[in-house]
């Protein structure tokens, strides 16, 4: 087995000793996993420069990963599945999704248990290390892949592309050559007369060059010129909103596709291993989560194809790629940058969809899904997004045919594709603000607060019953063109320049075809920018009167509202480019627009929609609209029961604020 050893470094018990329901207490376990896999595994195969990693005495490829476990004190308390969390850039996530608890989960913080659900329900939860450029910050989890080099020895070099745009107010000079501050990589010659820079305002423009003269490879430390060359500095300076690309060469290489070897081989050890494994023989069932970034991740490791172990067994049997629209990522090919998430860059964005689609322009055609299925073990699968994912231009394309511009068919048998209706990229955050702690955003409407973890929390447990073959989930839900829901989103967003004092997208983005040429070589690296192709449909859910959507699994926010819950929301002046919508770089975000209170500040305002007052004679008969509209959602099972109270009572704050606060 490839995961030779778990090393334990620090064990206790969790949440204080916190007992939760049937299963009681949970353990909290920090360590290490060993892996040697062995680069002549068939089941290896579809890792990127395999063969170029450095060998040990065995001839194996030997690597590290962090790791965190939750577990059951008595695993035979558990409902013998495992959780691994995809971790986003090293930082957890399982808990603040599915536990609706604290985000912060890092550095000497302890884990919050939120309301406990995933600890209720017996998973054992894996928060697993993939990502090798993760930067060594406390409670931070990476993997320490090894370097790729030549049989001479030599390091393997090439072209990196690289992708910023400023969020906060101010310009800056001076730029860290990674996505989010992670570790960069640096140019082999400092003053390369090849590299390039690039600015433009939309992902949708031609680029335009800066002169070689106007910027370097170095930093400014006390206003001196210091030669640390994992910075580029502009004489202009980079513009907040302004997205910026820079090509160089780069002096190293490592084998990002480790990433999937040590998820696939973490949750297989944990599945079949006997000796020296914490959870002794109680799993049967191993399922991933992962969103955005991580989402991403899911979808690549399906299109590789990599989930049987190197003895043949599945490893994953579940999988919920979330917040990952049609997308892929850097996370196997030469010079990756697993952080990187813009979409209109990303090589081999077709195909997207589980089944045979074909593109009618390029002639190409296939599944994300051909590699796996040729070689087995193909998980059940749960693709989960939301209204931001379809305004960027690429969700849609999971369930579109494009030669005949009607509903691709779907795989039923092992696939789900839900829309999660008038929400954003992120779970929403009550009350309605306008700026985002995180990365200092500002939008030009409040930010989406409709809090979509209940559905999460529901499909989880309808992958579970799935796996184990207990029930069937619940059917797909998204727009669809056979039934009219499906609509450009251009059209769509003609139709919010109705609503007074709000400024609709005019610069929407479009995923796009892109050629990389010769140099795009079997995936190994990107050399950028590559030349434009056609726009892809980009496809969003048809809105009703109150301008809220009407296909997908839709929660009472959507269809008992009191605002316009959109997928979409504007940069805010102050940080830049104020027609490009906020997302291009970093989450995505989308708008909570507030009903008139009443009749009489509807009739003002001019305001198109419905006022609260019209639509709901008392709280009495709003709330019991809830409840009703959450019930039916239990009934269909895309909601479970406990929730229920949960959003009747988040309802009435929400009642209070809109009606009597503003």
Known sequence: MSLEKLEITHEKLFSNGESFGEVGTYQEITGIAHFSIDPNNPNNNGIIDINLAPRNPHGEISFTSQFVMLKPTRQELGNGSVLFDVVNRGRKTAMNVFNSSNRTNLGDVPIDSGNGFLMRQGYTVVFGGWQYDVPPEPGLIGISAPQAFYDDGSPVQGKIHCWFQIQQEDPTSILLLSDRNHLPHSPTDPNEESAMLFERQHPNELPTAIDRSLWRFIRVEDNQLEPDTNYIYYDEQFKPGTIYELVFTTKKSHIAGLGFAAMRDMVSFLKYAEEGNPCGTSIKKAHAFGASQSGRFLRTYLYTGINSDESGRQALDGVIAHVAGGMKGEFNIRFAQPSKDICYVLPGLFPCADTEQLDPLTGLSGSLLDVSRKNGNLPKIMFTNTSAEYWRGDAALIHTNLSEMSDQPEDSENIRRYLFAGTQHGIGEFPPEKYRSADTVIGQESFNTVDYSPLLRSVLENLNDWVFGENNPPESQHPSLSK??????????????????????????????????????????????????????????????????????????????????????????????????????????????????????????????????????????????????????????????EDVERIVEQSKIKWNYYTTEQ
């Open 484 to 641: 009219g829901t499906a609509v450009d989103s251009e059209k769509i967003a003609t139709r919010f320049q109705d609503i007074p004092k709000v400024n609709a997208p005019t610069m929407i983005p479009r995923a796009m075809r892109l050629d990389h040429g010769d140099e795009l070589d079997e995936g190994r690296t990107t050399t950028l920018p590559p030349k434009q192709g056609e726009y892809f449909p980009a496809l969003v859910s048809d809105i009703g009167e109150d301008y809220n959507e009407i296909s997908g699994i839709i929660l009472p926010d959507i269809s008992v509202p009191l605002a316009t819950y959109t997928g979409w929301n504007l940069r805010d002046p102050k940080i830049g480019n104020p027609k490009l919508v906020i997302g291009i770089t970093g989450g995505l975000a989308g708008s909570t627009i507030t009903f008139p209170a009443t009749r009489q500040e509807q009739i003002a305002r001019s305001d198109p929609r419905k006022s609260i007052e019209e639509l709901y004679n008392s709280e009495n008969t709003y709330i019991a609209m809830v409840k009703g509209a959450a019930d039916q959602l239990v009934d269909l099972r895309y909601l479970l029961e």
